[in-house]
């Protein structure tokens, strides 16, 4: 499936925008990500491998966040991961 | 360096005063050059701290997906995003700071004062990540087509 990378994390893909990987769940498809981009796997976890705060992983339109199976969720080929950041701030 | 056009640069400093006292926030979609941040698009967002409009600001995951997915039709990327400061200066705060987390990305913020948009500044975030990354001041440069050269005058550039 595919997985979009944001603006930011993209000097940890080699530029790429998009990256297509295999997998039968999010979490797999997330492995297999930042195994081929072991750079990028600390700037979407913390030490202790759980996802950032600010970082938030939607599959289609849904937060994975607030899936029953979370990163256990399935997805298919056609399925799309979005990864972004938070937005937020004021004075 | 941050390069948008009078009409985007405009738009932006407008919605602070639409909002105005409540923050505007939105996101600038272009393509990150040797030169800095070239914006083609601005897209207002809403503003979802309901608790606390006058001085903070949220975009919903939701609505950034959208408008990520937007920018991949139009061959084009998330290069930034504005917010307006209603009553305090064009300075980036503590917080926008602590939840700034796209790295080369411009953080425009306008200062609004009784309603009037006055000195609207841009943020470039530096760094490789949230241990080291930096705010630093980026020159904006608006580009004006010949009529707005003879017709008009940006406010509120430092």
Redesign the interface.
Known sequence: MNIHIPTPLRAYTGGEPTVSVPGATVGEALEQLTGAYPALRQHLYTGDGKLRSFVNIYLNDDDIRYLPAKDATPAKESDELTIIPSIAGGD | MLKLSFAHYEALRAHGEETYPH?C?G?LLGS?TAAGNEVREVIAAGNT?ID?LH?????A??E??MI??QA?KLSL???G?Y?S??D??AM??P???????????S?VITSVEKGAAKVTNSFLLTG???EDKQFIDEPVEIEMNQQEIATQQPRGTA
């Open positions: 923050e926030c996101v990150s701290r606390s001085n903070r600001y949220n975009i995951s939701e950034l997906v990520q997915r991949r990327d998330i290069v995003f917010h400061h209603p305090h200066p980036w705060s917080t926008d700071f602590a939840e700034a987390h796209w790295i080369g990305c953080y490789t990540g949230e």
